[in-house]
């Protein structure tokens, strides 16, 4: 059973260019989280999606920041006119349907913004 | 506001003996709770969680106590293995009926098993 996905691993983009991170959670998994880590501090909440819904983004900044679950493919977290403040690991986490608490992570996306 | 709070960033052990690793919380809407283990690079790992309704659980090496009084929980590792040597977050939830929802987690202890 393959784990959490994300691509890609390392992304290097300029000021004011878009990033765009892809995560498909573990199969039978349909709740998707994403996290931020900022150097030197733990994660932070970002958002969290199940299939075509937002179902909580109070951690996603209003500006810029997107996220998506579609119906069929990967979830994508979107940042538009990347900042070097963006510049983090971005996580994404997938728990199953029902009943089960934790969230199962991936390798995580390292954005540099030059 | 930070919640969720491990208030040694770092702890050194020797190989063989015990780690005790702890996490305070001010929340107290936050009913589950989660220890994961962080090697650099990568993503946080699983390692053992425990329930509101609990005050411990242990898992192998793995052992997790709640104190809910206190707001605090604490991981043991019994024994320590070099393979220990890690970031250890503590996360919280408010998701203890079965309704998934978001993790907040501490900053962090590293880890490090001395041989």
């Known amino acids: 059973n393959a784990g959490v996905m994300q691509n890609p691993r390392h992304l290097v983009r300029r000021r004011g260019q878009e990033a765009r991170l892809r995560c498909s959670p573990m199969?039978?998994?349909?709740?998707v989280y994403w996290y931020r880590q900022l150097p030197e501090e733990g994660l932070k909440f970002m958002v969290y999606?199940?299939?075509?819904?937002?179902?909580?983004e109070s951690g996603m900044p209003k500006e810029r920041f997107s996220a998506e679950f579609p119906k069929e493919g990967p979830s994508i977290l979107r940042i538009q006119q990347v900042v070097r403040g963006d510049s983090a690991a971005y996580f994404c986490?997938?728990?199953?349907?029902?009943?089960?608490?934790?969230?199962?992570f991936g390798p995580g996306t390292r954005l540099t913004v030059t | 506001d930070q919640q969720v709070k491990q208030n040694s960033p770092s702890l050194s052990v020797q190989e063989g003996r015990i780690s005790i690793l702890n996490c305070d919380y001010t929340?107290?809407?936050?009913?589950?709770f989660l220890w994961y283990k962080k090697y650099p690079a990568e993503g946080p790992t699983f390692l053992i969680s425990i329930s509101s309704i609990k005050d411990k659980n242990e898992d192998g090496r793995f052992t997790v106590f709640l104190n809910k009084s206190a707001k605090h929980l604490s991981l043991h590792i019994v024994p320590s293995q070099p393979g220990d040597s890690a970031v250890y977050f503590c996360a919280a939830t408010s998701g203890g009926g079965g309704t998934a929802s978001k993790l907040t987690f501490g900053t962090g202890t590293r880890l490090q098993v001395t041989l």
């Open positions: 986490a997938s728990s199953p349907n029902r009943g089960r608490l934790e969230q199962y």
């Open positions: 999606l199940q299939k075509e819904n937002i179902i909580d």
């Open positions: 929340n107290s809407m936050f009913d589950y």
């Open positions: 199969k039978g998994h349909s709740h």
